[in-house]
């Protein structure tokens, strides 16, 4: 599932008229290229939610013939979920049983996703997520094992500890994530809500873990100035 929803509004001026999955990196959009970079993976079934100017990426889609995927669409136009609440809306459109992977359309990365996946089946845990140690506002917390066991907004001093332990070590999220398809089950939230409170809610109790991939190339396209700096690093 590609998460393509969000208002994108630190992408002004460009999403007062258009969904920031549509702005393009070197003539490519964003939608466009994750759709390609999961392909790469020989993943082409694929979910994508929207909302913020919907018909465009509903037309989008249609017009590439998803660009060589077969392209499912959670539509959202009449609500803001995020991506915890976009997940349990996409959820009857998942291969029931299967293990599944999101990511967001506004991340480029050349991530090795069989590299993620695998460490995902040797560990066994309910969630695996990719992180690097690049510098953020907000980090995961892990221990020495890799394990998810809490999140830190170091701006505002915010703390949010569910494994109490010594030594908890700072990484950023890249939002790609593998999940095991028990998860549905396990989600107490309803409506709109991140997957970061998910994550937050089932760590103490279920194996969360992190796969650092520093090193590899990765852009947040979330404010307009961080194009050229994408276009830079994936021609």
């Not at 979920?81 to 997940?87: K, Q």
């Not at 309910?126 to 890799?146: G, H, M, P, W």
């Not at 760590?203 to 100035?225: M, S």
């Amino acid at each position: 599932m590609i998460f393509s929803a969000g208002l994108g509004t630190r992408f002004k001026p460009w999403t007062n008229s258009h969904p920031k999955a549509l702005a393009t990196v070197n003539g490519k959009t964003l939608l466009q290229r994750n759709v390609e970079y999961l392909q790469q993976y020989g993943i082409r079934n694929v979910i994508v939610n929207v909302h913020h100017f919907a018909g465009q990426i509903i037309d989008a889609v249609k017009q590439n013939d998803g660009w060589g995927s077969s392209i499912v669409i959670s539509d959202e136009t009449n609500e803001v979920l995020e991506t915890g609440g976009g997940l349990v809306k996409a959820k009857d459109l998942f291969e029931q049983g299967e293990r599944f992977i999101t990511c967001n359309v506004d991340i480029l990365t050349d991530l090795d996703l069989d590299k993620l996946i695998a460490f995902h089946i040797k560990h066994k845990p309910l969630i695996s997520f990719a992180v690097t140690n690049r510098k953020t506002s907000r980090y995961f917390l892990f221990d020495e094992n890799d394990r998810l066991c809490g999140w830190r907004n170091i701006k505002t001093g915010e703390e949010r500890i569910v494994i109490p332990k010594p030594g908890l070590i700072e990484k950023a999220y890249s939002c790609v994530v593998v999940f095991e398809p028990g998860i549905f089950s396990l989600i107490p939230f309803t409506g709109k809500f991140s997957l970061v409170e998910v994550y937050l809610k089932l760590a103490a109790d279920h194996l969360i873990l992190g796969y650092d991939h520093t090193g590899d190339r990765f852009v947040d396209v979330g404010k307009p100035e961080s194009i050229a700096i994408a276009g830079s690093l994936f021609p």
